[in-house]
């Protein structure tokens, strides 16, 4: 009985270790994500700038495939219109026929070149 006491004990003891050992070993992630929220209407894409600062020339693109461009994405909320965004071919994206599965947003960044963020 004492023997697995002592096994329980040690290992108990172990756990412990690795867990003060290990913990903090994350960095932290440096700067700020830009955009916290995006939402998508019938008809519209809405953008939520929280980062502090003016973008500009932000590029977003729906489904990998349609383009628009923003000269200059404002602090807060910002709508676009579905129907604004076009292929490679000049085709417009078709709201209420086609759905939105993803959105990136491609950020010209002074500092590190262009970020995206995903959704």
Known sequence: MRTNLRKYTLSLLLIVCLA?????????????VPFTDIGVTKT????????????????????????YV???LSL???SFPLSEFVDDQG???????LKVRNVTV???????GTE???W
Do not use: H, M, W
Not at 91 to 97: L, V
Not at 106 to 112: F, K, L, Q, S, T
């Open 20 to 32: 003060v050992f290990t913990t903090g070993c994350i960095p932290v992630p440096s700067g700020t």
């Open 44 to 67: 519209n894409l809405i953008v939520q700038n929280r980062s502090g600062d003016v973008r500009y020339d932000v590029k977003i693109t729906v489904d990998d495939k349609y383009n």
């Open 70 to 72: 923003v000269d200059v």
């Open 116 to 118: 995206y963020y995903r």
């Open 106 to 112: 491609y950020i010209a960044d002074e500092n590190e």
């Open 76 to 78: 807060g909320r910002s």
């Open 91 to 97: 085709n417009r994206y078709a709201p209420g026929f």
